[in-house]
């Protein structure tokens, strides 16, 4: 039998896929916008500007970024080396922290929750930790100085902890227990494999952030061979938008190619396209990952 | 090794001896958290002394007491950037709480499996664009030769408008390209919370004759407490922090709109990669966490006096 809906029930569906509808489109729009640019040649956006759609498509961009890749290609070396080794060993340290965290026979959950918390409530700031980073771990110039910072944060940890807390039922650990099981052996035979869209998620957003990450590059790297792709991609536009400032008919000799608009553009759809391609993957598990609860516990 | 000592008193050594295994699985975390984070509070110190390049250890170097807070009040930026900071975090906060809370209510009553898991992700894919690629887009938009805006404009016969001269109109492209980017994965965190509501709340105050309005305000929202006051306790952490890779790559060195757009972050890191004035750089850096920590203890004590459930910790 199906219930008639009443007329409230309709007004709110209308407003919630007028709203939905727009914010997608919205949402959408600044990607259109770049992936169109990069489809017109460059001569067509400094004559008539940036356009949504361009009046003639060519690859030409795309050609010129790849002509010499040896930098390009490098700089994606570095950034997947990272983002691989640090999501992996952030994502073990933050399962097994997560998991004890939430143990209820573990007594001192709360007070370690908090001295996990407490890092974002107060810390040294920007300084002493370049210090710390530069002087005294001797980071700079290797790829450490890329992977060590991002490594955990408190957010995800208290993330992964209210999920394990509402995935794991806490008589799978109790029976697991009592078959004489120790406490690792519960967290990788029983705790991993329930946890998966746990995993997943926070997999995504750990990987994302070193995706992303052009931050740890412009603080500690002097090296250009160990630039992450995002720091690569911001000297380019840097370059660029410089070159066009003083005039490019200056007589200055560059050993590239000299990056125009259009290969700009070319790059950020080169840059984000492979974590784009993480997505359709990890989405599944997307909703169902992200339970989050208290930090006490 | 197999000699174990059971402590008569329960104390912790006895509690860390029963769940060894537990603390052991945690202690790489506690480690670290207490080289990057704990550690890094010693060097508040580098605040009090006259910073020498030449020397590693801060101990050795002059001590000159509140000399660099001297400098820092006197460069007279200080209220400018504090004003910035807090009030750019309290409209972060508030604006995507409230849309993100709207949206994942909207869309969590949408029909149709597909069209929602569809717009879902769509909403969501801002978050995957890094904030140099950002910077590319609002340079896309808005520069002066061939930015989008000024080839619509001249497409209308109106004048071009340069915004990377105009220092009010970036107070609003910066929350509103925030919003854009961050929104949906505060949105897909209430979404998921409003999805482990259990369906009885819901058919039985359908059989009361509750209307979808009624069901919204007095079931789903107040299940979403929870959710609210642990993503503004991670959110209120940072409000003197907070977003340092948006201003930057929105703004970079562009000295004409630090006005409306300089925060603590932006100019911590300029003196140190950019002027390289230390002395001044950790000691704004030492005035941004007290005074931030400050700020959230007395927000806390405030709220624990109204109403102790509500209080942060």
Same mark, same amino acid.
């Given at each position: 039998?199906?219930?008639?809906?009443?007329?409230?029930?309709?007004?709110?569906?209308?407003?919630?896929?007028?709203?939905?509808?727009?914010?997608?489109?919205?949402?959408?729009?600044?990607?259109?916008?770049?992936?169109?640019?990069?489809?017109?040649?460059?001569?067509?956006?400094?004559?008539?500007?940036?356009?949504?759609?361009?009046?003639?498509?060519?690859?030409?961009?795309? *050609?010129?970024?790849?002509?010499?890749?040896?930098?390009?290609?490098?700089?994606?070396?570095?950034?997947?080396?990272?983002?691989?080794?640090?999501?992996?060993?952030?994502?073990?340290?933050?399962?097994?922290?997560?998991?004890?965290?939430?143990? *209820?026979?573990? *007594?001192?959950?709360?007070?370690?929750?908090?001295?996990?918390?407490?890092?974002?409530?107060?810390?040294?700031?920007? =300084?002493?930790?370049?210090?710390?980073?530069?002087?005294?771990?001797?980071?700079?110039?290797?790829?450490?100085?890329?992977?060590?910072?991002?490594?955990?944060?408190?957010?995800?940890?208290?993330?992964?902890?209210?999920?394990?807390?509402?995935?794991?039922?806490?008589?799978?650990?109790?029976?697991?227990?009592?078959?004489?099981?120790?406490?690792? =052996?519960?967290?990788?035979?029983?705790?991993?494999?329930?946890?998966?869209?746990?995993?997943?998620?926070?997999?995504?957003?750990?990987?994302?952030?070193?995706?992303?990450?052009?931050?740890?590059?412009?603080?500690?790297?002097?090296?250009?061979?160990?630039?992450?792709?995002?720091?690569?991609?911001?000297?380019?536009?840097?370059?660029?938008?410089?070159?066009?400032?003083?005039?490019?008919?200056?007589?200055?000799?560059?050993?590239?190619?000299?990056?125009?608009?259009?290969?700009?553009?070319?790059?950020?759809? =080169?840059?984000?396209?492979?974590?784009?391609?993480?997505?359709?993957?990890?989405?599944?598990?997307?909703?169902?990952?992200?339970?989050?609860?208290?930090? *006490?516990? | 090794?197999?000699?174990?000592?059971?402590?008569?008193?329960?104390?912790?050594?006895?509690?860390?001896?029963?769940?060894?295994?537990?603390?052991?699985?945690?202690?790489?975390?506690?480690?670290?958290?207490?080289?990057?984070?704990?550690?890094?509070?010693?060097?508040?110190?580098?605040?009090?002394?006259?910073?020498?390049?030449?020397?590693?250890?801060?101990?050795?170097?002059?001590?000159?007491?509140?000399?660099?807070?001297?400098?820092?009040?006197?460069?007279?930026?200080?209220?400018?950037?504090?004003?910035?900071?807090?009030?750019?975090?309290?409209?972060?906060?508030?604006?995507?709480?409230?849309?993100?809370?709207?949206?994942?209510?909207?869309?969590?009553?949408?029909?149709?499996?597909?069209?929602?898991?569809?717009?879902?992700?769509?909403?969501?894919?801002?978050?995957?664009?890094?904030?140099?690629?950002?910077?590319?887009?609002?340079?896309?938009?808005?520069?002066?030769?061939?930015?989008?805006?000024?080839?619509?404009?001249?497409?209308?016969?109106?004048?071009?408008?340069?915004?990377?001269?105009?220092? +009010?109109?970036?107070?609003?492209?910066?929350?509103?390209?925030?919003?854009?980017?961050?929104?949906?994965?505060?949105?897909?965190?209430?979404?998921?919370?409003? +999805?482990?509501?259990?369906?009885?709340?819901?058919?039985?105050?359908?059989?009361?004759?509750?209307?979808?309005?009624?069901?919204?305000?007095?079931?789903?929202?107040?299940?979403?407490?929870? +959710?609210?006051?642990?993503?503004?306790?991670?959110?209120?952490?940072?409000?003197?922090?907070?977003?340092?890779?948006?201003?930057?790559?929105?703004?970079?060195?562009?000295?004409?709109?630090?006005?409306?757009?300089?925060?603590?972050?932006?100019?911590?890191?300029?003196?140190?990669?950019?002027?390289?004035?230390?002395?001044?750089?950790?000691?704004?850096?030492?005035?941004?966490?007290?005074?931030?920590?400050?700020?959230?203890?007395?927000?806390?004590?405030?709220?624990?006096?109204?109403?102790?459930?509500?209080?942060?910790?």
């Amino acid at each position: 039998m199906k219930i008639k809906e009443d007329g409230a029930t309709k007004w709110f569906r209308l407003i919630a896929y007028v709203v939905v509808l727009v914010g997608s489109v919205l949402c959408l729009l600044p990607f259109l916008l770049i992936v169109s640019a990069s489809l017109t040649s460059n001569e067509e956006i400094v004559r008539d500007g940036y356009n949504l759609i361009p009046s003639q498509f060519t690859l030409d961009a795309y *050609k010129v970024v790849f002509m010499f890749p040896e930098d390009l290609l490098r700089a994606y070396g570095v950034t997947t080396l990272v983002t691989i080794v640090g999501t992996a060993v952030g994502l073990l340290l933050m399962t097994m922290a997560g998991y004890v965290l939430q143990r *209820k026979d573990f *007594k001192y959950r709360n007070f370690f929750s908090f001295v996990i918390y407490f890092t974002t409530l107060f810390g040294g700031g920007l =300084v002493p930790y370049y210090m710390l980073i530069t002087n005294y771990l001797k980071f700079s110039n290797t790829l450490y100085a890329l992977i060590w910072p991002s490594l955990m944060t408190p957010f995800l940890i208290i993330l992964m902890r209210s999920f394990i807390n509402s995935a794991v039922p806490d008589e799978v650990v109790e029976s697991a227990k009592i078959d004489g099981a120790n406490d690792f =052996v519960i967290y990788y035979r029983v705790v991993l494999p329930l946890a998966v869209p746990g995993l997943a998620t926070v997999g995504l957003f750990l990987a994302l952030h070193y995706w992303n990450d052009w931050f740890h590059s412009a603080l500690f790297i002097n090296d250009t061979a160990k630039y992450q792709l995002q720091f690569y991609l911001y000297n380019i536009i840097n370059t660029s938008n410089f070159l066009n400032s003083i005039g490019a008919g200056a007589g200055i000799v560059l050993s590239g190619p000299v990056p125009s608009e259009s290969m700009k553009m070319a790059m950020a759809v =080169v840059v984000t396209g492979p974590i784009l391609l993480l997505y359709p993957f990890i989405q599944r598990y997307f909703v169902k990952g992200l339970t989050i609860g208290a930090v *006490k516990g | 090794m197999s000699k174990t000592i059971v402590p008569k008193k329960k104390g912790v050594l006895h509690e860390l001896n029963k769940n060894k295994i537990l603390f052991l699985m945690l202690l790489p975390t506690l480690l670290y958290f207490l080289i990057n984070n704990y550690v890094p509070m010693i060097g508040i110190y580098y605040a009090f002394v006259q910073f020498d390049f030449h020397s590693t250890n801060m101990f050795q170097m002059d001590f000159i007491g509140l000399k660099n807070f001297e400098f820092l009040w006197k460069s007279g930026k200080l209220v400018q950037l504090t004003i910035n900071t807090i009030g750019y975090n309290i409209a972060f906060i508030v604006l995507v709480n409230v849309l993100a809370i709207a949206v994942a209510v909207l869309l969590s009553e949408l029909k149709g499996k597909w069209f929602k898991k569809i717009t879902q992700s769509v909403l969501f894919l801002p978050y995957f664009v890094s904030f140099v690629i950002l910077s590319v887009i609002v340079f896309n938009l808005f520069n002066y030769d061939q930015g989008v805006l000024n080839t619509v404009l001249e497409k209308f016969g109106a004048e071009p408008v340069n915004l990377y001269a105009k220092p +009010t109109a970036w107070i609003f492209l910066i929350i509103v390209f925030f919003l854009w980017k961050n929104f949906g994965y505060s949105m897909v965190i209430y979404l998921a919370s409003i +999805t482990g509501i259990s369906e009885e709340y819901y058919e039985a105050a359908k059989i009361d004759g509750a209307n979808i309005f009624q069901r919204t305000w007095h079931i789903t929202l107040p299940m979403l407490k929870n +959710t609210f006051v642990i993503l503004l306790l991670f959110a209120l952490g940072g409000i003197m922090k907070g977003q340092f890779d948006l201003f930057y790559q929105m703004v970079g060195n562009n000295g004409l709109l630090f006005s409306t757009t300089d925060i603590l972050d932006t100019y911590v890191y300029r003196s140190l990669r950019v002027t390289f004035d230390m002395g001044m750089a950790t000691a704004a850096g030492v005035y941004q966490s007290i005074f931030g920590f400050i700020l959230i203890m007395t927000v806390n004590t405030i709220i624990r006096k109204i109403n102790k459930d509500y209080a942060l910790f």
